[in-house]
């Protein structure tokens, strides 16, 4: 089973800067080389989520959306199960939820479908983030 918790969402001005933080846990058999994505999602109401960031765990290669492309960085702590998506030059247009995203396990040589929210298997419950005018 796996669990994420989101946090570091809150009330930003246009312009300003965000981290966000998404602690994971799993279980883990010991020896195996883990093969899966994290990722950070974000939905505004009356709109459909929608993919921001990711990461492909077994060797920390990152992607982003066009809309974040320039202004985030996702990044890890793997000792300690957690992910970061740094916000920079927040916009009025990046307020929503954010959720933390997490694949099932695959073998070495799958390729994920980052930006399609079905690849993932676990979710957290979200962090807000509002950027005012």
């Known amino acids: 089973q796996v669990h994420l918790i989101e946090s570091g969402g809150g009330l930003v001005q246009t312009g300003g800067s965000l981290r966000l933080s998404c602690a994971t846990s799993?279980?883990?058999?010991?020896?195996?080389?883990?093969?899966?994505?994290m990722g950070w999602f974000r939905q505004a109401p009356g709109k459909e989520r929608e993919f921001v960031a990711a990461?492909?765990?077994?060797?920390?290669?990152?992607y982003y959306a066009d809309s974040v492309k320039g202004r985030c960085i996702m990044s890890r702590d793997a000792a300690n199960n957690m992910v970061y998506l740094q916000m920079n030059g927040l916009k009025p247009e990046d307020t929503a939820l954010y959720y933390c995203a997490r694949s099932r396990d695959y073998g070495s040589d799958y390729a994920f479908t980052y930006e399609d929210s079905h690849e993932y298997g676990y979710w957290g419950q979200g962090t807000q983030v509002t950027v005012s005018r």
């Open positions: 990461m492909r765990w077994i060797d920390g290669r990152t």
């Open positions: 799993s279980r883990r058999i010991v020896g195996t080389v883990a093969n899966y994505a």
